[in-house]
């Protein structure tokens, strides 16, 4: 029996990172959670569904390998996990004061 409006179809498919999330629980352990998702681009409609998540222990002494996300080549520099943490840290203290600063109508601290 054939398939109701069944299609023929051609296109691509690929695995990617949609979400990335730093779990940073009280006197435990941090974590990085990189949520996938498949592309399904079939021209005319572009297909997205949840594939898997991959869990990163958090070591500060770990050293990676850093990448041009244009052209996923090596750019020959490294960087530790504990650096990529301060500066997510530093990130996040500075947008936070900004934020404070905006809500008390307080100027930047010098």
């Known amino acids: 029996m054939p398939n109701y409006n069944e299609?023929?179809?051609?296109?691509e498919s690929y695995q990617?990172?949609?979400?990335?999330?730093?779990?940073?629980?009280?006197?435990?352990?941090?974590?990085?959670i990189f949520e996938e998702e498949?592309?399904?681009?079939?021209?005319d409609e572009v297909v997205k569904k949840p594939v898997t998540a991959l869990q990163v222990a958090f070591d500060e002494t770990e050293v990676?390998?850093?990448?041009?996300?244009?052209t996923n080549e090596l750019?020959?520099?490294?960087?530790?996990?504990?650096e990529v943490y301060a500066l997510i840290y530093s990130i996040y203290w500075?947008?936070?004061?900004?934020?404070?600063n905006a809500a008390t109508g307080?100027?930047?601290?010098?």
Do not use: C, F, S
Not at 16 to 32: C, E, G, K, V
Not at 106 to 110: A, F, L, M, R, V
């Open 94 to 100: 500075q947008k936070a004061q900004e934020r404070d």
């Open 16 to 32: 990617r990172t949609n979400r990335i999330i730093i779990d940073n629980p009280y006197q435990a352990a941090p974590r990085i």
């Open 38 to 43: 498949r592309i399904i681009n079939l021209g």
């Open 75 to 82: 750019t020959g520099t490294t960087i530790t996990m504990g």
């Open 106 to 110: 307080g100027g930047e601290e010098e």
């Open 7 to 11: 299609t023929a179809v051609t296109g």
């Open 64 to 70: 990676i390998n850093i990448m041009n996300p244009l």
